[in-house]
């Protein structure tokens, strides 16, 4: 065993270890050691005070100003109030009853030291109460008190991610001990590549990161750590894609004069440059005897369906069948309803009045009747069916494909990886071995991403972007409406609601809650930025609007003699069908939905979108929900309703929203939000917990070069049997079945 791989508890003590393994989920050296600092304080420079987040754990260094101690209840109660500066604010720590004493004792004006506690406001002022503190040496050695910390001899002090378990300086402590282990860590870079880019070895880098004694240190040591991390990674993925390319797949060609050929002939209008291309990077792949893996990329609107269906068909004119996998049963009936409209008569086949060269097109979803469900399968299993779209359903033992030749996934972060091979595992037993033959994978995601983005999430996959509007689709205008600035913005939102139902259109109403249960958290919708300041507290303190409240208020009120509707995901499939349908239809004039609208929804009359409490929805989402205007000819409008303040993180996001249409620009917005983590997607758990100092946006050229260098390591050694060192750093990133799983959350 290395020393890397040994347990903390045996060099820490079992307390220590087990408080570490809890709080931090860190368990052996190496975890340890790859825990490291989120930034330094430096001793003559204190952290900015005024940018402290509210509700989060934070480390401060500062020095205190004044300490008084204040006598209540007839003098039976005390309290010990202390205001620390760092030169940019203020801070004023309280500590009560008995535990006045000694921090009264330690905490003497002039006295310098980190303190560590959760940031909240009082009387509109920051505070941390109880905070746990630890004194630190003056400047001319003079020692502020028992407990001083000398042990940074440096300039620099290292704040580590903590929790209110084990305070940063614990941290550094228990990084002393197990620092000297270092130079036993198994270097994953390869000898040449560390050296043609200058890296530092990595025991030397673990060193720097650690107790650095300049600010250049910390810059090699981190330079050096996000190159391993990139790799890695880079590494992991490129295998995949190497046995992926190995696997066997049927080619499939369209025929001259087949489906795909009629279906060309009977749409409507010309594609557009971007679709073309793409269209031939698609027909190319599945015409090749390894599966294609491709990912389709694009803004909202671009027509990224009629790409995928025309690969569908392409595969049923070879003989073979084809699956799309929707996230939800609202999407699956929407593109099953827009699939067969597009086609006609073509998606009649075997029916009378069905073209000849016809497929019939089958819907399966969970919530279907026995009847129609063993049809669909029978369907399937026969061939007759040529395209199926579906839900996780699809997904099931039960369903049996007569020759799956390609899968189409929509909407991808909402499905497992292990869903998505499930799926291609239907392929069909071909070939004297009896082999299985792999589909052709296309998958499409709703909203643009950023490349490096792409090259990480998606890195076994190669990329087509589509990035031209169909033409004939009108430009959607944005605006913030301030509700509790100028409320009668609001009333004016509601006006123009009517308006456009006056000239025949309809409209949306965005909750981010459906109401009426009790548990409903206020996190209902995806609330992804952090909490601003206190003007924004008043916004933030109530629960998220609800759609039941909201539509009976609308319906009683400003939208009183028109006909509201209601959709939300509790509600039984056949309701949302109806819903749907009424509104597609014309029947309903307003809809007041949650995010189940979000993707796919198309109703072309439908011309303005109200989204309320718009600031609890991320950009992405926003983006994305603003795409269901604007479809037809009519002009769109989307109103971002909020009662943020003007001055708020939250306000400055809507913003951006209303200022751009382009969903490349916003997917940078939105991911700069957010950690990194979270860029990452919540079920890439493999991913995220490897990235410790990579970060995806910043860090493109890293990545971009580094998926290159793995490429090549891959190509010339698939077993990587000349790289130990890399072989055990791939394991400890994903054991062989994450591997498989790595990608796509």
């Given at each position: 065993m290395s020393a890397l791989e040994e347990p903390l508890k045996k060099v820490l003590g079992p307390a220590t270890a087990k408080v570490m393994?809890?709080?931090?989920?860190?368990?052996?050296?190496?975890?340890?050691?790859h825990h490291y600092p989120r930034r330094y304080a430096e001793r003559?420079?204190?952290?900015?005070?005024?940018?402290?987040?509210?509700?989060?754990?934070?480390?401060?260094?500062?020095?205190?100003?004044?300490?008084r101690v204040i006598r209540f209840n007839g003098g039976s109660g005390q309290r010990l109030e202390v205001v620390i500066t760092d030169g940019s604010g203020r801070l004023q720590l309280v500590f009560f009853g008995r535990g006045v004493h000694k921090p009264h004792k330690?905490?003497?004006?002039?006295?310098?030291?980190?303190?560590?506690?959760?940031?909240?406001?009082?009387?509109?002022?920051?505070?941390?109460?109880?905070?746990?503190?630890?004194?630190?040496?003056?400047e001319d050695g003079a020692s502020g008190g028992g407990d001083a910390v000398e042990s940074w001899a440096g300039a620099l002090i290292p704040i580590y991610p903590a929790t209110a378990k084990m305070e940063s300086w614990k941290i550094a402590k228990a990084v002393d001990a197990v620092l000297p282990s270092a130079p036993g860590a198994v270097d994953p870079l390869p000898p040449a590549l560390r050296e043609g880019r200058g890296l530092v070895p990595l025991p030397e880098a673990l060193e720097k990161i650690h107790r650095p004694r300049t600010k250049a240190e910390v810059h090699d040591a981190r330079a050096r750590l996000k190159w391993d991390e990139a790799f890695v990674l880079q590494v992991a993925l490129a295998r995949r894609r190497h046995s992926d390319a190995q696997l066997p797949a049927t080619p499939r060609r369209p025929g001259p004069d087949g489906i795909l050929a009629a279906f060309d002939a009977r749409l409507p209008f010309t594609l557009t440059e971007g679709q073309r291309k793409v269209s031939a990077e698609v027909f190319e792949d599945l015409a090749t005897e390894h599966p294609m893996h491709r990912l389709l990329q694009g803004e909202v609107g671009s027509g990224k369906t009629l790409v995928a269906l025309r690969a569908m068909l392409a595969v049923v004119d070879a003989g073979g069948q084809t699956a799309m996998l929707a996230p939800t049963e609202v999407l699956a009936q929407q593109h099953h309803r827009s699939i067969t409209e597009m086609m006609g008569e073509l998606a009649e086949g075997g029916?009378?009045?069905?073209?000849?060269?016809?497929?019939?097109?089958?819907?399966?979803?969970?919530?279907?009747?026995?009847?129609?469900?063993?049809?669909?399968?029978?369907?399937?299993?026969?061939?007759?069916?040529?395209?199926?779209?579906?839900?996780?359903?699809?997904?099931?033992?039960?369903?049996?494909?007569?020759?799956?030749g390609l899968v189409v996934v929509d909407e991808q972060h909402r499905f497992g990886v292990e869903q998505r091979d499930a799926l291609r595992g239907k392929g069909p037993a071909r070939g004297d071995g009896g082999e299985r033959r792999t589909p052709h994978l296309l998958v499409m995601t709703a909203t643009p991403i950023p490349r490096t983005v792409a090259m990480t999430v998606f890195g076994d996959l190669e990329t087509s972007v589509l990035d031209q509007l169909p033409a004939g689709r009108s430009p959607i205008a944005s605006h913030v409406?301030?509700?509790a600035d100028?409320?009668?913005?609001l009333a004016r939102t509601w006006e123009r609601v009517r308006e456009e139902v006056a000239k025949g259109h309809q409209a949306y109403v965005v909750c981010p809650r459906i109401g009426e249960l009790p548990e409903e958290s206020a996190t209902a919708g995806g609330r992804t930025a952090a909490k601003e300041d206190a003007g924004a507290e008043a916004a933030e303190k109530r629960p998220p609007l609800a759609v039941l409240d909201v539509a009976e208020e609308l319906a009683r009120g400003p939208l009183h003699g028109l006909a509201v509707e209601v959709l939300h995901g509790r509600m039984a499939p056949e309701d949302k069908d109806a819903v749907m349908q009424g509104f597609a239809a014309g029947r309903t004039d307003v809809l007041v939905?949650?995010?189940?609208?979000?993707?796919?929804?198309?109703?072309p009359n439908a011309t303005v979108m109200v989204i309320m409490d718009a600031d609890r929805f991320g950009v992405s989402q926003l983006h994305q929900l603003r795409g269901r205007v604007g479809r037809g000819t009519a002009p769109g409008l989307c109103l971002l309703v909020t009662e943020m303040p003007g001055a708020s993180a939250a306000r400055a996001r809507l913003d951006a929203v209303a200022a751009t249409l382009d969903g490349f620009a916003l997917s940078r917005i939105d991911l700069e939000q957010r950690r990194e983590g979270d860029v990452l997607g919540q079920a890439q758990s493999g991913v995220r917990s490897s990235l410790r100092v990579l970060a995806v946006l910043e860090d493109e050229e890293i990545i971009a070069e580094a998926r290159q260098e793995a490429a090549a390591v891959v190509a010339a050694d698939p077993e990587l049997r000349a790289e130990p060192g890399l072989r055990t750093a791939l394991d400890a990133l994903v054991d062989e079945e994450r591997e498989r799983y790595l990608e796509k959350g």
């Open positions: 393994a809890e709080a931090l989920d860190l368990h052996t050296v190496g975890d340890l050691l003559g420079e204190l952290t900015r005070l005024a940018d402290l987040p509210l509700d989060e754990h934070v480390t401060v260094v500062a020095r205190v100003e004044t300490a330690d905490l003497l004006p002039g006295t310098r030291a980190m303190f560590a506690g959760k940031a909240s406001l009082f009387n509109r002022k920051l505070q941390l109460a109880h905070p746990a503190y630890q004194l630190l040496g003056g029916m009378l009045g069905g073209a000849e060269h016809g497929t019939k097109v089958v819907l399966l979803t969970g919530s279907m009747g026995a009847a129609a469900r063993r049809q669909a399968l029978l369907d399937l299993v026969s061939g007759d069916a040529g395209i199926v779209i579906g839900t996780h359903a699809l997904i099931e033992d039960k369903v049996r494909f007569h020759d799956l409406v301030p509700a100028k409320p009668h913005f939905a949650t995010t189940v609208i979000e993707v796919g929804v198309n109703v």
